[in-house]
């Protein structure tokens, strides 16, 4: 969110959760949560401690309340967005879709995404198809884990050379 307009965030925000609330999903949106106000200036953080709270509510909320995770305008290169990608996908192996403003072409996100979409009436096709009851997340969560986890384990054995 560092940097860019918090109009248009807290604007896109809204436009998102209205979206997702009309489907009946639940969103979480720390633009909203975190109050920032709907002035066109960029938004810069100055206060360490300030941040390191959202971070660490923002963490809680990943690993704790959301079920599916939804990184909408990620390809705009927010450092803030990688940790959470990063941090959901990969620690936590949580379901990611990526809402990007414009197709990118054939990238790496291909092979490692569940679903890279460019409108929120898509997300929310995916996530009502594929996460929105627990045996849907349960079942994929299952898939994830035979999947990844013998991997994982070979990789943490390799890492200690």
Request: aromatic share 12%; charged share 30%; net charge positive.
């Amino acid at each position: 969110m560092t940097g860019r307009s918090k109009q248009d965030q807290v604007r896109r925000a809204k436009f998102v959760c209205n979206k997702l609330r009309q489907a009946g999903i639940t969103p979480i949106s720390p633009v909203l949560d975190e109050g920032v106000e709907e002035t066109p200036e960029a938004l810069v953080v100055g206060d360490r401690e300030e941040l390191r709270g959202h971070w660490t509510r923002d963490k809680y909320i990943i690993a704790r309340c959301a079920h599916v995770i939804l990184f909408d305008g990620s390809d705009e290169g927010s450092v803030g967005v990688t940790r959470e990608y990063g941090f959901a996908r990969y620690c936590l192996w949580k379901p990611s879709i990526i809402l990007w403003n414009k197709p990118r072409g054939i990238t790496v996100a291909d092979f490692e995404d569940d679903a890279i979409v460019f409108t929120v009436e898509q997300a929310i096709d995916v996530i009502l198809r594929n996460y929105f009851t627990r045996l849907q997340r349960w079942r994929w969560r299952r898939k994830m884990l035979f999947r990844s986890l013998p991997r994982w384990f070979v990789n943490q054995i390799y890492a200690w050379r």
